[in-house]
């Protein structure tokens, strides 16, 4: 009876190990599977400047915290095609901070937060079309400006920001 008790745990533990294997080999394939779709998307978005194919890759890229690709894509966005969303999605990055390979991004720096506000208020004057877009940036546009009577333009707004770190050196 014992040597059946011990053969019985000796099998359960081979076949748990051989089970770990097999999943760690597929959470390996499902993750290259996952980032080469990821590129794709990102090489559709940024150099076709589809807006679909980008929205989706922001969606897994924030989905599965990869808020440093996510910032930078939207960056190259934002500015290639003057999209709103990817301006919106810059904003949020920023604001909700992300680690890079270099360094931690926080929006603790003035000058980052600088950077924020005008990706949010560029957000706001392209958009005039998706309710839910335009209902976010102004939820955060109140917050993030109530020291303003009015809202700047986005370029005024950074050029004067930009001046007063030139006058603060």
Do not use: H, W
Not at 26 to 38: H, K, R
Not at 85 to 110: Q, V
Not at 115 to 132: G, H, N
């Amino acid at each position: 009876m014992k040597n059946v008790i011990l053969l019985f745990v000796f099998f359960a533990i081979v076949s748990s190990c051989t089970e770990s294997k097999k999943k760690s080999n597929f959470d390996v394939a499902e993750s290259s599977f996952l980032n080469q779709n990821i590129d794709s998307l990102l090489n559709i978005a940024l150099n076709q400047g589809s807006k679909k194919a980008f929205d989706n890759a922001a969606l897994l890229l924030d989905y599965y915290d990869d808020m440093d690709r996510l910032f930078f894509a939207s960056i190259i966005m934002a500015n290639k095609y003057n999209y709103s969303k990817a301006y919106y999605r810059a904003f949020m990055c920023l604001k909700e901070g992300f680690d890079t390979n270099y360094s931690k991004i926080e929006l603790n720096n003035d000058l980052n937060f600088s950077f924020a506000k005008y990706y949010l208020l560029k957000a706001k004057e392209i958009e005039k079309k998706d309710e839910d877009l335009i209902f976010s940036i102004n939820v955060e546009l109140k917050t993030s400006f109530k020291e303003y009577p009015l809202l700047p333009n986005s370029e005024d707004y950074l050029l004067s920001e930009l001046k007063k770190r030139k006058t603060l050196q």
